[in-house]
């Protein structure tokens, strides 16, 4: 398992911008598929993007497309999520995730490693 720690969080009008950020303890984080998960008050924490451990695959939740962009950087151990055209109903806590496999991420539940969590406020 590796340690993630999340920065970047904050809060934001509807419209706006945030870039999250995770990084990874360890030596192997390119072995590591990459994602990001969020969980709203009152509902369930669901998946948001998912990146290959080389960076040459992604996969998104239907409700961000074309506004968020996953990507990491393998030198830096960190992989980022790039939120555009934020809503109110994006408010949530994100999470950032590692598992050995792209799809093991995809389906969530038992994952690898989770971060803490960061805050995210999207005011109408």
């Known amino acids: 398992q590796v340690q993630l720690v999340e920065s970047g969080g904050g809060s934001v009008q509807a419209g706006g911008s945030v870039r999250l950020s995770c990084t990874a303890s360890g030596r192997t984080f390119s072995s590591y598929a990459m994602g990001w998960f969020r969980q709203a008050p009152g509902k369930e924490r669901e998946f948001v993007a998912v990146?290959?451990?080389?960076?040459?695959?992604?996969y998104y939740a239907d409700f961000v497309k074309g506004r968020f962009t996953i990507s990491r950087d393998n030198a830096k151990n960190t992989v980022s999520l790039q939120m555009n055209s934020l809503k109110p109903e994006d408010t949530a806590v994100y999470y950032c995730?590692?598992?050995?496999?792209?799809?093991?991420?995809?389906?969530?539940?038992?994952?690898?490693?989770w971060g803490q969590g960061t805050q995210v406020t999207v005011s109408s």
């Open positions: 995730a590692a598992d050995s496999t792209v799809g093991r991420l995809r389906a969530g539940g038992d994952v690898g490693s």
């Open positions: 990146i290959s451990g080389r960076g040459s695959l992604t």
